[in-house]
């Protein structure tokens, strides 16, 4: 039986996960070090979420962890902020349901707070990749090794732990946001001076979406919470100007007839291909990947331009408040 940490809350939220829970929460009970909390929001599933989880419930009592199982509708911002008003202890860790934890992930997480200065730990997630569409795929949703920046990196929820106090002071998680709340609410904790911890080696495990339909779903959606936010990733207005230049030439193309415009368009296009290719091949190494690599750059930029813009708009209207 692994050691318990007290003063440590671990909170989650769920909504239609009955495939997905029981292997998250038995990643926690094999944790070398467990929590002596674990909250879990449902979002009133309408599955058998719950059911799963209440099956875990001698399971997780053995491990002499307190559990508590709320019900509250409404988002994952939402979500998260009743589990940690509800939770008992002043220092919470936070993943996602769908996420598999390293086996050491709650004690390298939490151990940055030995440091009575430390109010936030950056964990980290690797992409589980079980194909080649899959393994490209992550070289778009992952932070890839070798460029990580620990000083301006900004942790996901997938792996992150703060003090309960900061979480309060910053306003919690903004409700008003449907996605990119957690990179609005660690925004808001570096922007209030709340000292941060880079903790690579809290690991957890992060399966990516099986298709294109699903990843366009996905990058649309990050896209629109960012633009809502109106949170300016340093990439994207880069990928809006390529997309406007390009319509300029094919605008002065069209209107001129002229076959030098249509070349350099057409050698732009191969150039921009080849730029997919390569920067994210090595990662992959594979012949597929010459498909897949230029389909999901094209693919994302589609995504991430309808998705900024129409979120952006939407920000205009949104009532910015918990």
């Known amino acids: 039986m692994g050691k318990k940490i007290n003063k440590i809350s671990l909170i989650t939220t769920v909504f239609n996960e009955e495939t997905e829970i029981g ?7 094999n944790q070398s070090t467990v929590p002596e909390e674990i909250v879990i929001v449902d979002g009133r599933s ?35 902020n009743e589990a940690i008003k509800n939770a008992k202890n002043n220092t919470i860790l936070v993943s996602d349901v769908g996420c598999i934890l390293h086996r050491d992930w709650v004690k390298n997480i939490s151990a940055p707070f030995e440091d009575k200065k430390v109010d936030v730990v950056a964990g ?24 990580i920046d620990p000083e301006n990196f900004l942790p996901s929820s997938r792996s992150v732990a703060f003090r309960k106090s900061a979480w309060k002071k910053v306003s919690r998680y903004p409700e ?18 709340f000292k941060f911890k880079f903790q690579k080696n809290a690991l957890v495990f992060w ?20 633009g809502t936010a109106r949170y300016i990733r340093p990439n994207t207005p880069f990928l809006f100007l390529r997309y406007v230049l390009g319509l300029v030439l094919l605008f002065i193309g069209f209107i001129t007839q002229s076959t030098t415009s249509y070349a350099v368009i057409i050698l732009l296009l191969v150039g921009y291909t080849l730029w997919s290719i ?26 991430v331009i309808s998705g900024m813009s129409i979120g952006f708009s939407k920000s205009f209207s949104v009532k910015k408040s918990n």
């Open 23 to 29: 292997r998250f929460i038995e990643s926690i009970l």
């Open 46 to 80: 309408t599955d058998k979420t719950v059911d799963r989880i209440n099956d875990y419930r001698l399971k997780i009592k053995e491990k002499g962890i307190k559990f508590k199982l709320i019900s509250r509708k409404g988002n994952i911002a939402t979500g998260r």
């Open 124 to 147: 980290f997630y690797e992409p589980k990749a079980n194909s080649v569409f899959e393994k490209c795929l992550a070289t778009y949703t992952s932070v890839m090794p070798g460029k």
């Open 176 to 193: 008003w946001l449907d996605t990119c709340e957690d990179l609005f609410f660690a925004r808001e904790l570096k922007r209030n001076g």
């Open 207 to 226: 399966p990516q979406r099986k298709n294109l339909n699903e990843a366009f779903k996905q990058f649309y959606n990050y896209a629109k919470g960012d």
């Open 278 to 303: 390569n920067k994210n091949y090595k990662y992959v190494k594979d012949p597929l990947a010459f498909i897949y690599l230029p389909t999901l750059q094209f693919m994302s930029d589609l995504a």
